[in-house]
């Protein structure tokens, strides 16, 4: 009876495991799928939202949760974005 109302979703992009801040506002981010990637976080500092991560220390606070970044004062920003915005780094 309910089986037809099921919502097919599309899969899920990769998801956040690690981060790790630079100091030039950039995050080293690992991914479920294994890529490593950087993300220049320095475009979205003129945001309103992001104004917070232009203090360094603050910015270095950042973790991984929910599958993406998080920072205190419920800021994050969204994994897909992180991914495909991001550039591909070999990690050695």
Known sequence: MYKD???????LGPRVL???P??????FLTFN???NR????KPLLSMRVFESLKNKDF???????Y??????????YCPDTLYEESESVIRG
Not at 6 to 11: G, N, R, S
Not at 59 to 65: H, I, S, W
């Open 5 to 11: 109302n099921i919502i097919h979703a599309e899969p």
């Open 33 to 35: 799928n294994g890529e």
């Open 18 to 20: 690690e981060v790790f």
């Open 59 to 65: 910015f270095k606070l950042v973790k991984t949760g």
């Open 22 to 27: 630079t100091d030039d506002y950039k995050l």
């Open 38 to 41: 950087i993300f220049d976080v």
């Open 67 to 76: 599958g993406t970044v998080v920072w205190p004062n419920d800021i994050d």
